[in-house]
């Protein structure tokens, strides 16, 4: 057994997904079984885009679901600004008092839709808004498990991924083997980076657990979002079928060019750069978003 595969059996964290229908998305639960210490992964504050009404069921649900197993939170943790739900980390923040954390170079994303946005000076590009910034190769603890940070960009510029034992989160790099990989075309994505981050990932150990950020569930099958290096080197046929970097962008970007924009990327980079936090209420206490018109490529008229 190499060095490399006995490291990454060190550590064997509990994994439980929560697949948000609504928006394909994946919130976890990984628990150290020894110290039954525990991290949130990418939680979802619920957000209803026709009535404009929020709700917590999700974060509760995951709160529910620690408070069962009889676990410890520790962090709550984000791989990336996401464009397609709201983010529930700051609620979450907020109602348990565990820090919040997100890659340190959330900064550059903020910058660039501070400006998208028009929001005020006041509107702090700092990174502020969470606890902690991780740095690529940053490491921490979960319990007993260590955490190993991965700067895995593509799909945003500020991406990362965490690596806790045998298992990783990797976010929106490659979804299930048969759903291929994430799209790259936001502002700041690239498909250049997506492909170096793919390979990152593709060298963890074989047996290592991969846990995907979305799922949309092909064919209606059942929602999944775990696999291994070794099925998706197998089976993701943006891996099989592109393997070079100059084939895998081609591929990417000509996809990326026939896909609307996610239907709440305006409505959701507001919040999630805020850290999960709606916007300020205005003087008569009601809380409002902001759209920016002609903003962003990517209309999809009659879809
Ligand atoms: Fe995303």
């Known amino acids: 057994m190499s060095n490399q595969t006995i490291e990454a059996l060190r550590g064997h964290?509990?994994?439980?997904?929560?697949?948000?229908?609504?928006?394909?998305?994946?919130?976890?639960?990984?628990?150290?079984?020894?110290?039954?210490?525990?991290?949130?992964?990418?939680?979802?504050?619920?957000?209803?885009p026709k009535s404009g009404a929020t709700a917590t069921r999700s974060a509760d649900a995951l709160l529910a679901h620690i408070e069962r197993e009889g676990y410890e939170l520790e962090w709550i943790l984000e791989t990336h600004p996401h464009a397609d739900h709201f983010s529930a980390a700051g609620y979450l923040h907020d109602k348990t008092g565990v820090p919040t954390?997100?890659?340190?170079?959330?900064?550059?994303?903020?910058?660039?839709?501070?400006?998208?946005?028009?929001?005020?000076?006041?509107?702090?590009?700092?990174?502020?808004?969470?606890d902690r910034l991780f740095a690529d190769g940053e490491r921490f603890r979960i319990g007993d498990l260590d955490v190993e940070v991965m700067f895995t960009p593509g799909h945003t510029l500020a991406s990362i991924a965490y690596r806790i034992g045998d298992a990783a989160f990797i976010?929106?790099?490659?979804?299930?083997?048969?759903?291929?990989?994430?799209?790259?075309?936001?502002?700041?994505?690239?498909?250049h980076a997506l492909w170096r981050s793919i390979q990152r990932i593709m060298v963890l150990p074989d047996e290592t657990r991969l846990f995907t950020g979305h799922d949309y569930r092909p064919d209606r099958r059942a929602a999944a979002w775990e696999s291994t290096v070794a099925r998706q080197r197998a089976e993701n046929p943006h891996l099989v079928e592109t393997p070079s970097e100059e084939a895998f962008v081609r591929m990417r970007e000509a996809r990326d060019r026939e896909l609307p924009m996610p239907k709440l990327?305006?409505?959701?980079?507001q919040v999630n750069i805020r850290g999960g936090r709606l916007p300020e209420p205005e003087p008569n206490g009601r809380r409002y978003l902001k759209i920016p018109l002609d903003a962003l490529d990517g209309a999809a008229w009659g879809e």
């Not at 997904?17 to 628990?31: K, L, N, R």
């Not at 299930?176 to 498909?191: E, L, N, Q, T």
Request: hydrophobic share 35%; aromatic share 10%; net charge negative.
């Open 101 to 130: 954390a997100i890659g340190e170079k959330v900064v550059d994303v903020q910058q660039l839709w501070k400006g998208l946005y028009n929001l005020p000076d006041k509107f702090r590009t700092d990174g502020s808004q969470w």
């Open 171 to 191: 976010h929106d790099t490659l979804f299930m083997p048969d759903s291929g990989s994430a799209r790259a075309d936001f502002p700041g994505g690239s498909a």
């Open 13 to 48: 964290p509990i994994v439980t997904g929560f697949h948000d229908e609504p928006t394909g998305s994946i919130q976890y639960v990984v628990a150290d079984p020894g110290t039954k210490r525990c991290a949130i992964i990418d939680p979802v504050l619920d957000f209803d």
């Open 265 to 269: 990327i305006l409505h959701s980079l």
